[in-house]
């Protein structure tokens, strides 16, 4: 039986509602609702590049879209998170590192939204990659995790070796 006002409640199953998964925040939120299908839902958790987002609300309003907040995971969707990050199937990726000393900085940078992305601060280590247990996975998604670095690639891979 149809459901009332669709012409084919199952095309909804086979394209999908539309929803978009966002983490970035400021820099991404606009066109994040504007490419959400009709009836879709936005799902917003961290904004990363700054938590005040802007978008032109009748995209919202006349699509009958919806935004949620949202954290992360449960436990179990975490530890699922953990082992693909372990397999290499997902990279995590820092735009920025900072040492225990500039932690200051990194926090003003993250205040005024002059980041890109995630940053990370280096309490325990003098320098980065010193909690790497296999250099060879490393190695082969090194382009990857490095993806929103500044400087060029090169100079990605040098940073990595601790120079």
Not at 110 to 122: E, F, I, M, P, S
Request: hydrophobic share 30%.
């Amino acid at each position: 039986m149809e459901a009332p006002g669709r012409a084919d409640p199952r095309a909804d199953r086979r394209r999908g509602r539309g929803h978009r998964l966002r983490a970035p925040g400021r820099e991404t939120f606009g066109a994040s609702v504007y490419v959400t299908r009709k009836g879709g839902t936005i799902v917003t958790c961290a904004s990363t590049s700054g938590y005040m987002h802007q978008y032109d609300n009748r995209y919202l309003w006349m699509s009958l879209k919806r935004i949620v907040g949202s954290h992360f995971a449960n436990y179990r969707e975490a530890w699922e998170a953990n082992r693909l990050i372990a397999k290499g199937k997902i990279h995590p990726t820092l735009s920025k590192t900072y040492t225990l000393a500039e932690t200051g900085q990194a926090a003003l940078d993250v205040h005024h939204n002059t980041h890109q992305g995630k940053v990370g601060v280096l309490c325990l280590s003098p320098q980065e990659g010193l909690g790497v247990r296999d250099a060879e996975l490393r190695a082969k998604h090194l382009p990857a995790i490095n993806l929103f670095r500044d400087g060029s690639p090169e100079r990605n891979n040098e940073r990595s070796k601790g120079e």
